[in-house]
């Protein structure tokens, strides 16, 4: 998942999108505060800055800035620009550090000096756009990437850091319940369901390929489910969904079986994670970005429902195939943890709930 564009931060949208509580931004200064140091002075790009992780990264970058005193700037590539600024104005204050220019992922013309950071996170994670134009995804994943990874190679940019996917490994094993970085599994690569986790799979071979070619550090954050502030709630992601059922009025829906496992890691943490990758990683390195706890479809929807609306019924319309393997999209992230020191600081129902919250629900 990443550089989603939902409700809350679709830049055709002209309703202004209520900031990210500052609670949970001063949780990703606190967990990053010592990577910053590195970064005065300097200039960060950010391709996907608009969408769902987008909007973290800036809001996060806008509040360390102002706290630590940086005078460091972040300049983001917005297809709408103005769009983007009538939807998120407390963005553009001058002591937030941030610009913005115009361009496509696969064209944008460089902005002007030396960026020595790049993130890479322009694509959204569309089921509907890999239904509909799976061949858009692919161009927008490859062509970006190379057109991201130019910019950074005549721009002095010293390390990128992408948002890949765990999308990369394929069809998880239904033995493994939490799937680690060396995981040798691959998408079909003669399925048009593969693109994004395809794409996403030769984009990190451009990445080591920057780094070999040009010298250019390279990391890559293989993100699973998120939730949180931002989050669709009419896509494809079932967190956000069952949000939205409870916001109806409920019932909440399960199309299929409720077996499937999912996990579900919160945004703040996600980007106290991505900076962290990003500043300190060593090159060459994937992570897996979510959280490791497996749980059901069913587990998730009741989760939501005990969080928000205990009375709430949970409706699966699915019939349980016993001899069905189950479906798995649950990282390990012990390689993280280990290396990099990131945790999990924000639990299931504590993300539904400031999802929600964020969303303008309240407590009956």
């Keep these: 998942?990443?550089?989603?564009?939902?409700?809350?931060?679709?830049?055709?949208?002209?309703?202004?999108?209520?900031?990210?509580?500052?609670?949970?931004?001063?949780?990703?200064?606190?967990?990053?505060?010592?990577?910053?140091?590195?970064?005065?002075?300097?200039?960060?790009?950010?391709?996907?800055?608009?969408?769902?992780?987008?909007?973290?990264?800036?809001?996060?970058?806008?509040?360390?800035?102002?706290?630590?005193?940086?005078?460091?700037?972040?300049?983001?590539?917005?297809?709408?620009?103005?769009?983007?600024?009538?939807?998120?104005?407390?963005?553009?204050?001058?002591?937030?550090?941030?610009?913005?220019?115009?361009?496509?992922?696969?064209?944008?013309?460089?902005?002007?000096?030396?960026?020595?950071?790049?993130?890479?996170?322009?694509?959204?994670?569309?089921?509907?756009?890999?239904?509909?134009?799976?061949?858009?995804?692919?161009?927008?994943?490859?062509?970006?990437?190379?057109?991201?990874?130019?910019?950074?190679?005549?721009?002095?940019?010293?390390?990128?850091?992408?948002?890949?996917?765990?999308?990369?490994?394929g069809r998880q094993p239904s033995d493994v319940v939490n799937l680690p970085e060396e995981f040798a599994g691959a998408p079909d690569s003669m399925s048009v369901k593969s693109v994004y986790g395809e794409g996403k799979r030769v984009s990190e071979m451009m990445g080591a390929l920057a780094e070999r070619v040009y010298g250019i550090d390279q990391v890559s954050a293989r993100i699973f489910a998120l939730g949180g502030p931002h989050l669709p709630l009419d896509s494809h992601f079932a967190l956000g969904n069952f949000i939205r059922d409870v916001m109806r009025g409920g019932p909440l829906v399960i199309e299929g079986d409720g077996t499937p496992t999912r996990s579900y890691l919160y945004a703040g943490d996600a980007m106290a994670w991505l900076w962290t990758m990003l500043f300190q990683a060593p090159s060459g390195r994937a992570y897996n970005l979510g959280s490791p706890e497996s749980l059901s479809i069913r587990q998730v929807a009741e989760a939501v429902r005990d969080a928000l609306a205990p009375e709430a019924e949970v409706e699966v319309r699915g019939q349980v195939r016993p001899d069905a393997a189950v479906s798995r999209y649950v990282p390990s992230v012990e390689r993280a943890e280990s290396e990099l020191g990131v945790r999990v600081t924000v639990d299931l129902h504590a993300t539904v709930r400031r999802t929600a919250e964020w969303y303008g629900w309240k407590q009956a």
């Design 1 to 169: 998942m990443s550089a989603i564009a939902g409700p809350g931060v679709t830049e055709a949208s002209t309703q202004a999108a209520k900031p990210i509580a500052q609670a949970d931004l001063f949780a990703v200064l606190e967990q990053t505060r010592d990577c910053w140091q590195q970064a005065r002075g300097e200039r960060i790009f950010v391709t996907g800055g608009t969408g769902f992780l987008g909007a973290w990264l800036l809001e996060s970058f806008a509040l360390i800035r102002r706290e630590l005193k940086l005078d460091t700037r972040l300049t983001a590539l917005s297809r709408r620009p103005d769009a983007f600024r009538a939807k998120m104005p407390h963005l553009f204050a001058e002591d937030c550090g941030i610009d913005l220019v115009a361009g496509d992922v696969r064209d944008f013309a460089f902005p002007e000096g030396t960026h020595k950071y790049v993130i890479a996170a322009a694509t959204e994670a569309s089921a509907k756009q890999l239904a509909e134009e799976p061949q858009e995804m692919w161009s927008t994943i490859l062509t970006g990437m190379q057109h991201t990874i130019e910019f950074a190679r005549t721009h002095g940019a010293k390390r990128l850091l992408q948002t890949s996917s765990g999308a990369v490994y």
